[in-house]
């Protein structure tokens, strides 16, 4: 398995859009090693691949889809209250297509 | 504001007191003690009184999370990304305190969207204990934590993803109670890991903590994981009998001597609490050491990370500062949400980010991902399997006392000891948890812990109640010991 890298680290940090600091970067090396540590002893837990990973914290959830029906929508006022650059009844942004990017 | 709810309500159907005067007490409180503690974002100066009515929380003020959505008034989640963010609707567990007729009055400080555990993250600065300030709250639910101890309101909303409501309860010297999952519904909650996030509430009693969670709880077609609890009465059932309740406590947590260099806090926290053990036993109840697996418990911190870090990562993408939130700086949507997020989260926040998304690729998910939910089901079905034959587990609530603010990082460590992290297992199961005071150490509150089986919450807290009831910490009011 390829070793977590500070140039991995970067990577990541790029695509989830957040810029680091080398301390920053070196600071999810540091607890990311502890991670690692732990669950690899979790590869020697006998029958481990047998036991279905947890996603979910009550046994008896069951998932169920509610009738369609038709209902009034927010103000667009509302949804653009917490925008902060709004043109009319819409959000501003830079030009997306054939703009610089 | 240092009296119970039901002490507060008498007093308000007598008309020995009124809303009003109550607001005015609670709003000049808050202002005293965020500027000696920091426990609010936001106060609301403008809270008006409301008509007082058979319900009990009528007319008294409380305190609400940073992570609750709140109509019209600021909710930042105590994170920058956020720091202007005004809902325009209330969450579900708000609306219905709302509609009972309570009166919130501020909103309290939290570690950066719910991820920490200090009280030190919050965008506002660090939250102060107010038995000793030098010490943390603990967190997240650190301003809820501080202001109920320091006696601003009876009771404040907290949300708990890994003990943030019964980490800083204990710190505090207060109790703090997370019902079964979905017992309350999260709509309006800022998600963070919506596989292990639970709201509840602090308070200075078990039946304050009954009162309140009563009210906000119910199905919510909003939350598809909440689940009809009208046959749950917590109050009206908060007095059953516990003669002959079965207890257990973990040997590898409690026993001295599976700890190396145990600090002198240590050693008086596990004495008072096998003090209190034998203080259930005089109540009728029967208590047994367990033994569980030591390397399983090794894990749990990992676990917890692994899989909260995971789920984090997905529910904060959407904080790009482009529809909601300050706008970012830059020529194009990229680097605009690039600004934002690099100067919007706290570097805390920023790691776990990218632990997530590293656990989450497609090359590492196996080892990382599924096996922390394989070890989260061990971990929840040896608790299962505990509740076959016992009512409850009880245990001491972290190592000991507050810690030092001085000593507070926030970081996952290798000495970071399983009995500082197994409140984590409530959330694993959806346990209902709570934390009530049990004694002193150093002039500061340490706290026992009592977790039952889903759905079972009228059970633990009949078990906390008359635990309470037996020892004087009860509605206790924080006074700085140093």
Known sequence: MPKFTSERVDDLAAKLLIGLSPEENQMVLDEFSIIDENLGKVEDFPNIKKVEPMTHCLDNFTCTLREDKIEASIPIEDALKNCDSVEGREIEVPKVVGGEN | ?482
């Open chain 2, 1 to 482: 504001m240092d009296k119970t709810i039901e002490e507060l309500h008498e007093l308000l159907k007598t008309k020995q007191i009124t809303s009003k005067e109550l607001i005015v007490e609670s709003l000049k409180k808050s202002h005293e003690v965020q500027e000696a503690y920091n426990a609010f974002v936001t106060i609301l100066e403008e809270a008006e009184e409301t008509t007082i009515t058979d319900n009990l929380l009528s007319g008294i003020p409380f305190g609400i999370k940073d992570n609750y959505s709140t109509k019209d008034i600021l909710s930042t989640g105590s994170s920058n990304t956020l720091k202007d963010y005004v809902p325009f609707f209330n969450a579900t567990a708000v609306q219905k305190l709302i509609d009972a007729g309570a009166v919130p009055v501020n909103k309290t400080v939290l570690d950066e969207f719910g991820m920490g555990g200090t009280g030190t993250t919050g965008h506002t600065g660090i939250v102060k204990n107010p038995w000793d300030p030098t010490r943390m709250t603990a967190g997240s639910s650190a301003g809820s934590a501080c202001a109920v101890a320091a006696g601003v309101y009876p009771y404040a909303l907290g949300s708990d993803t890994g003990d943030s409501i019964r980490k800083p309860a204990a710190y505090c010297g207060i109790v703090g109670y997370k019902p079964t999952y979905g017992m309350i519904s999260r709509y309006g909650l800022f998600p963070f890991a919506s596989s292990l996030d639970h709201c509840g509430v602090l308070t200075r009693s078990v039946t304050d903590a009954a009162i309140v969670v009563d009210t906000m709880k119910g199905i919510d077609e909003h939350d598809m994981t909440s689940w009809d609890s009208s046959h749950i009465h917590l109050y009206e059932n908060r007095n059953k009998e516990v003669k002959n309740m079965k207890l257990c406590y973990i040997k590898e947590l409690c026993d001295i001597e599976f700890y190396e260099n145990p600090t002198e806090e240590l050693k008086m926290h596990l004495e008072n609490f096998k003090e209190k053990l034998e203080l259930c036993k005089n109540l009728g109840m029967e208590v047994e050491e367990v033994s569980v697996n030591q390397k399983l418990l090794d894990t749990l911190p990992s676990v917890y990370v692994a899989i909260s870090c995971a789920e984090a990562t997905s529910n904060m993408s959407n904080l790009t500062g482009i529809i909601f939130g300050p706008r970012g700086e830059g020529k194009n949507v990229t680097e605009m949400m690039m600004d934002h997020r690099t100067k919007g989260f706290s570097p805390l926040i920023k790691r776990r980010f990218i632990i997530g998304s590293y656990i989450l690729q497609k090359e590492n998910q196996e080892r990382y991902f599924k096996n922390a939910g394989r070890v989260r089901r061990l971990l929840v079905d040896t608790w299962k399997k505990l509740y076959e034959s016992y009512d409850a587990v009880i245990l001491p609530v972290g190592s000991g006392p507050a810690k030092h603010l001085d000593g507070s990082k926030d970081i996952l460590t290798k000495d970071t000891a399983a009995l500082e992290e197994h409140l984590q297992i409530g959330n694993f199961g959806g346990f209902p948890s709570i934390t009530i005071p049990d004694g002193f150490i150093n002039g500061l509150p340490v706290a026992l812990n009592i977790t039952g089986n889903c759905y079972e919450d009228e059970k633990i807290l009949s078990i906390a109640h008359a635990l309470e009831q037996a020892m004087p910490y009860k509605n206790q009011i924080a006074k700085e010991v140093r």
